[in-house]
């Protein structure tokens, strides 16, 4: 098959081929070349394997993996794809085992890590889009609230309903073209993930006869289906924030050999084998992979007694929506990617969309099962008929787009389909900032993306305000902070007070009697520690709890502790000197300097995310910004965080960086004369 790489002066590549099948192959292909080791160590993590060569800190992934069964779901959904998705996806396959061998040797992590690049399968892209949203609904904060019920009450369910941040999110915003300069639609957002190196996205332009698409593509994955630009017309997704996957209590038995599981028909026998996972310089360990009808046991086991089986969509069905990528390639309208996105399944996302003829989309796609309503916000009992699944919900939630459009995982659009969601700041905040305007360009987005105003201060500040009688040094520091502007920038020595005070606050809250039951996580897989410990509970749900708390909790008081500390200690600093960058490196540097500073919070547009009350460090960040012009596509711009190659030491590993973090975005090219061919593609 041939093809051709062209380049432009930030190493993104523009692929040409001649057919649909050879661009995909070209995609597999460079995305080998350009990225072998992060396509590599995601395969393994998609296999249970990776453990092998990255040590005993990967054994809890691989465990989990294995017990959840990623490579098997991937096989069936493999399986039930259509001969032509199927066809497309093998090309791209056979791309990437073509480029493995010269990727690698590009990439130093092999020969540090010992490993040597392996083979892919046919249904490994799909494993590797398993193993990126699994988590991604946080049904793991189902195993939190059954731990607040035991120890607090049904009550108190909902009572660390964060609408915060988890583990993914996003921006988004549609302005129609009544509310811009050129008469056309604009579209723009950025999505929050874990912050990895190489990035989660992967800079694209896919170019054939049939269409020509830029948008960001999941290296391992064809195609791009999230973020895209195919010249008459433009899509865009968030988190939905729906909650589609189901954990269930299991109560199992051993009968000899057999496993058995008790569910609404009584006793029955449950698939059950031993795998074993090798880790590089420590023991193997054996891992006993348990499914019952109701799906994969997570968490326990026939001899615990008790478990926890999973529940989610492709499993279940044996789809997993992958024939809506080369759709979303072929779109040419609104109304083509609309039909695209009725075959996503996983994750579920809200969608964005608009053509050149002033068509405009705004829906939600994916999969989301009909069942009680208590399977939303608990681990439900296997043996009760009335919490099977009953079919799907249909049609999914849509609306009319007037001049403005806004997702940023607030309660809205799939407020019917959730649980929790993030709050309203960012979403408003958005709509303030483009309420100001009825001339929007492409370049003006920048002034949205970066913005640092931080509304959730305010029940904090306003407790604060209240309080009388503060030592001099206290009432200093309460001073300070009212002037304050509100906005987390990196230079802003207040804002790094208000930072402290926070962290002060969620620890002082954390360690009250009245949540004293709920320090000690229950016993689940330590992969799952981030959402039942106490601390990161509290931080991310502490707007709710000054507001409403506990009766045994005086808010007041616990604040005002707070500040005394915090000026005693007398915290100097600015917020960028406490909030710095650690992204995530499958081999981590063990002498690598402190990450650069950097502005926003959480629940600002810009959502630099750390963990208040435990580390400032920012984990979760835009891992990407993107705004597509629909009058022009080459007026169009993006970003990521590092840069297109994930090979240290090259020119693009990381020359976006200082864009990325001035808040400033790269003009995509679409001239193929401006690009720089690298050679053919064999």
């Known amino acids: 098959m041939s093809s051709r790489v062209y380049r432009d002066a930030w190493g993104v590549p523009h692929l040409r081929a001649e057919s649909a099948d050879e661009l995909a192959y070209a995609q597999g292909r460079n995305a080998a070349v350009d990225r072998a080791w992060q396509l590599e160590v995601e395969r393994h993590r998609s296999q249970g394997t990776s453990a092998a060569f990255l040590g005993v800190e990967a054994v809890e992934w691989d465990r989990f993996a294995r017990r959840v069964r990623l490579d098997d779901t991937a096989r069936r959904c493999h399986a039930g794809l259509d001969p032509a998705t199927a066809s497309w996806v093998g090309h791209y396959v056979d791309g990437v085992n073509a480029g493995l061998a010269e990727g690698a040797a590009r990439a130093p992590e092999f020969a540090a890590a010992g490993l040597a690049p392996g083979r892919w399968q046919p249904w490994t892209p799909l494993a590797l889009w398993l193993t990126h949203h699994i988590l991604f609904a946080g049904f793991p904060g189902k195993l939190w609230r059954e731990h607040v019920a035991r120890h607090l009450g049904d009550a108190a369910v909902t009572l660390f309903h964060t609408d915060g941040p988890a583990t993914s999110g996003s921006n988004g915003w549609l302005v129609a073209g009544e509310r811009t300069a050129s008469g056309a639609a604009l579209l723009a957002g950025d999505p929050h993930r874990f912050v990895e190196d190489p990035g989660i996205y992967q800079q694209v332009r896919l170019a054939c006869p049939e269409y020509d698409v830029v948008g960001l593509a999941v290296p391992g994955v064809p195609g791009i289906g999230h973020f ?23 109560r199992l038995r051993r009968r000899g050999a ?15 084998h031993l795998e074993t996972i090798e880790v590089a310089g420590s023991a193997p360990v054996e891992v006993e992979v348990v499914e019952t009808d109701r799906g994969p046991v997570i968490a326990g086991g026939p001899d615990d007694g008790t478990a926890v089986s999973l529940r989610y969509p492709p499993r279940v069905t044996g789809r997993l929506g992958f024939a809506a990528l080369p759709a979303l390639l072929r779109a040419r309208t609104v109304a083509d990617v609309d039909a695209a996105f009725d075959h996503w399944v996983e994750p579920v996302n809200v969608v964005q969309a608009a053509d050149t003829a002033g068509g405009l989309l705004h829906r939600v796609a994916g999969a989301v099962p009909v069942r009680h309503p208590d399977n939303r916000l608990r681990v439900v009992p296997a043996w009760e008929p009335g919490h099977a699944w009953r079919g799907w919900h249909a049609p999914l939630p849509r609306a009319e787009v007037d001049g403005v459009a806004v997702m940023a995982n607030q309660r809205g659009l799939a407020a019917p389909l959730g649980v929790e969601f993030a709050p309203p700041h960012r979403a408003d905040r958005i709509r303030h900032l483009l309420d100001a305007s009825t001339a929007w360009r492409a370049e003006d987005m920048a002034r949205v993306h970066t913005d640092t105003y931080l509304a959730s201060a305010e029940p904090l500040l306003a407790l604060l305000d209240g309080l009388t009688g503060l030592s001099p040094r206290a009432a200093a520091l309460r001073e300070r902070l009212r002037r304050w502007d509100r906005r987390m920038d990196a230079g802003s020595v207040d804002a790094g007070a208000f930072a402290a005070l926070r962290a002060a606050v969620v620890r002082r809250f954390a360690a009250h009697p009245a949540l004293a039951a709920l320090a000690d996580p229950p016993a689940y897989p330590e992969l799952f520690r981030p959402w039942l410990a106490l601390a990161p509970r509290v931080g991310y749900a502490l ?29 100097g600093g600015s917020w960028g000197e406490r909030h710095r960058l650690a992204p995530w490196r499958a081999l981590p540097a063990p002498d690598a300097a402190p990450g650069p500073e950097l502005a926003g919070d959480h629940d600002c547009v810009l959502a630099t995310s750390s963990v208040p009350g435990v580390t400032d460090v920012c984990l979760r960040a835009p891992v990407a910004r993107y705004v597509w012009d629909l009058a022009r596509r080459e007026e169009s711009r993006w970003v990521v965080p590092h840069g297109a190659a994930g090979v240290p030491g090259d020119p693009h ?6 864009l990325w973090l001035a808040g400033r975005l790269a003009r995509v090219v679409t001239d193929w004369d401006q690009l720089t061919e690298e050679r053919d593609e064999r």
């Open 653 to 658: 590993h990381d020359d976006q960086q200082p």
């Open 228 to 250: 895209g630009h195919a010249g008459e017309v433009a899509w865009a997704i968030t988190n939905a924030m729906a909650d589609y996957q189901d954990l269930y209590a299991e």
């Open 258 to 272: 057999a496993v058995e599981a008790y569910g609404p028909d009584g006793w029955r026998p449950v698939r059950a």
């Open 543 to 571: 707007e709710a709890l000054l507001r409403t708390g506990l009766p045994e909790v005086d808010r007041p008081a616990l604040v005002r502790a707070a500040v005394e500390e915090l000026a005693a200690a007398d915290p």
